[in-house]
């Protein structure tokens, strides 16, 4: 089982002490302090040794010197320039580790891929909560080559990435993720895992990218099928509580058009958003288009 030699209480505090940051938690930083989910989350990764591992958020790099015992690379993206001394004592010691410095949300995918000597194909992160739902969508849109996610998140945000069309938890987000990946795997992760303990519930999420969708938004014409049902997807929501109808209508789609496709979709024009699967949001788009 594939272990962290930080995940646990004292190597953490040893660590943070060594480079002085043992009192600096201003970003909200929750250190995982627990080999248990250090070896699940490796589980799920199942790494043969020849992925390049992307990680956001590596903190002091306790995932992060699991990960090289399994990956064939791993370069990790890090917001806070205080960590940045601790990284690069990691850089030196692990040939197959680098970083970036920076938000995640905007270094250019060409320079992870330039640093990571080709696109990454795992994404494997204990992500920063407030931006992690974005992460992962916007990952996953622009890195063709990733092929999945293992990432901790926010429990509620792990129950709007597998929500099911009809619940509460459902929505734009859910399904927009749907036309990209499926969730394959999830645990939850108690706050007692965490130095500090965080005042919320964890959970670690399995996304695999979903070849059968790339099948599916083939129907729809256009170079960028997964843009043109996004719109719809956010045009559907964006009036939660009215028929999808009124809210599409609301945000521009023509009634006529509308009513149409409805009708050759077999789809109620009195229908909320949140009943529909994202195999319906594909078709309607196609019949939009028509």
């Not at 790339?214 to 509580?241: K, T």
């Amino acid at each position: 089982m594939t272990t962290s030699p930080l995940a646990n209480p004292g190597a953490t505090r040893a660590l943070l002490e060594t480079y002085g940051l043992a009192t600096k938690h201003r970003l909200g930083q929750n250190f995982l302090v627990d080999n248990h989910v250090i070896e699940k989350i490796m589980d799920l990764a199942a790494l043969d040794g020849t992925e390049r591992v992307l990680e956001v958020g590596p903190g002091i790099g306790t995932l992060t010197l699991a990960l090289l015992q399994d990956a064939a690379r791993v370069t990790s993206i890090e917001a806070d320039p205080e960590l940045e001394p601790v990284l690069r004592t990691h850089a030196l010691e692990h040939e197959g580790f680098r970083y970036i410095m920076g938000d995640a949300l905007k270094v250019d995918p060409a320079r992870i891929a330039e640093v990571t000597d080709g696109e990454p194909t795992v994404l494997a992160a204990n992500l920063p909560y407030n931006v992690a739902a974005t992460i992962i969508l916007q990952f996953f849109q622009t890195m063709p080559a990733l092929e999945r996610a293992v990432v901790m998140v926010q429990k509620e945000v792990a129950d709007r990435i597998a929500a099911h069309p009809g619940t509460k938890a459902y929505g734009g987000y859910t399904a927009k993720l749907a036309l990209l990946a499926r969730v394959t795997g999830r645990f939850e992760v108690p706050p007692r895992c965490f130095m500090p303990a965080p005042h919320v519930d964890s959970a670690v999420v399995r996304l695999e990218r979903d070849p059968a969708r790339g099948e599916a938004l083939a129907q729809v014409p256009g170079a960028d099928p997964a843009v043109s049902v996004s719109a719809v997807i956010d045009a559907a929501f964006a009036q939660r509580r009215k028929t999808i109808r009124n809210s599409m209508s609301s945000s521009g789609f023509d009634k006529g058009a509308l009513d149409a496709a409805f009708g050759a979709c077999g789809i109620a024009p009195t229908a909320r958003a949140e009943t529909l699967s994202v195999e319906d949001f594909v078709r309607l788009t196609a019949a939009l288009d028509e």
